[in-house]
């Protein structure tokens, strides 16, 4: 199989620049960013000398809460950040915008807002501080029944992974990461199975890619994820409906979308089709060796005999055989790159010269 990976990470960033009290680049600021919709806090980021910082590796369409520590206390935080892939989310801090924005506003304390409450203004406040309470203890089960599941799947612990994502999404049924990660255990759970228990693993997972799907429809790493799933089952024109979906979603990384569905194609038997798919992958990304060579492979069926005897190759094979040897001279597909080029009558450089080598001179006349 040419496929580049079984499953991808969601992962996203958070990124920002931090001003101090005097309006300048605060410098040494401690990021503390926690995860608001299920357990999780990263820490590490700090800003440097130009106040700017970045957090990269958080779970992509989560909820976190981004506080700025200075002298071990929270100095400014930004509530409700959602991540997403691709470029990082911009969360900007400004202490002397924030400083003068509460001076501007004055800002009651608690007690005398308490104060002049009515009963039931009071009242709508209790019930909102218990349904508030009654929702972060579900959140807590939730968070912990999750991390056991991701703990269990990272040891291929399939079967415990598969009881503790069940659990979570019997808990919560519109959590979409719990789906996906459901199914991630699933196709897990069938490559330790044969027969009829491998395909009732397989299909429960394709269910539960879907259910994560239709939860957050723009992910392109589910669509990716839902492909290879398809793919295991032999169902690939809907995998190849789902990589093109991947690919519209996220155009940076198309090149990879199409490579795993020229990949489908070629295993399925449809080698002609693959040729497009491979050809899209190094037209959005010229330097995807890998994709040089399934593209020159697959035009490869294109070969003719001219006249005099010799190959003749389709437009675009050397020149992307040619183009894979450049990228990786010593890949895995070096040798075979080379034969090819050999068979088309190009010239393959196969003895390393030292370019500082002093020359030898000329042989004298006699």
Known sequence: ???TGACWAQVAAIEGDVKGPDGQPLKGGEILIERTDMKG?????????KGHYIYNGLPSGGTFKVSLIVDGKVAY?????????????????????QASQAAATGGAPA??????????????LEKRSKENAAILAKNK??????????????????????????????????QHVIFANLADSYTGLATTKTGAEQQAALDK????????????????????????????????????????????????????????????????????ASEEAFKKAIEANPDYADAQFQ??????????????????????????????LALAPTGQFADASKALLQQLGATVQTNYT?????????????
């Open 1 to 3: 199989m040419l496929f």
């Open 41 to 49: 806090t990263y820490k590490g980021a700090k800003t440097d000398k």
């Open 77 to 97: 935080h930004v509530d409700g950040v959602r991540t997403r892939l691709g470029d990082p989310i911009p969360v900007n801090m400004d202490l002397k915008a």
């Open 111 to 124: 007690e005398e807002a308490d104060r002049s409450m009515s009963k039931e203004q009071k009242e709508a």
């Open 141 to 174: 089960a939730l968070n912990d029944t999750f991390n056991a599941g991701k703990e269990a799947l990272n040891a291929k612990n399939y079967e415990a992974a598969v009881e503790a994502f069940q659990k979570g999404a019997e808990m919560d049924a519109n």
């Open 205 to 272: 997972s394709l269910d539960a890619y879907q259910k994560a799907i239709t939860l957050k429809p723009d992910d392109p790493a589910y669509h990716n994820n839902f492909a290879l799933a398809l793919a295991r089952d032999k169902k690939f024109s809907e995998a190849q409906a789902e990589l093109n979906k991947a690919a519209q979603l996220d155009p940076p990384n198309a090149g990879k979308y199409y490579y795993n569905l020229g990949a489908l194609l070629v295993n399925s038997g449809q080698t002609a």
């Open 295 to 324: 593209y020159a492979t697959a035009l490869s069926a294109k070969l003719t005999i001219g006249a005099d005897g010799k190959m003749v190759a389709p437009p675009g094979m050397k020149e992307a055989l040619e183009k894979y």
């Open 354 to 366: 030292n370019p500082n080598a002093p020359k030898k001179a000329p042989a004298k006349k006699r």
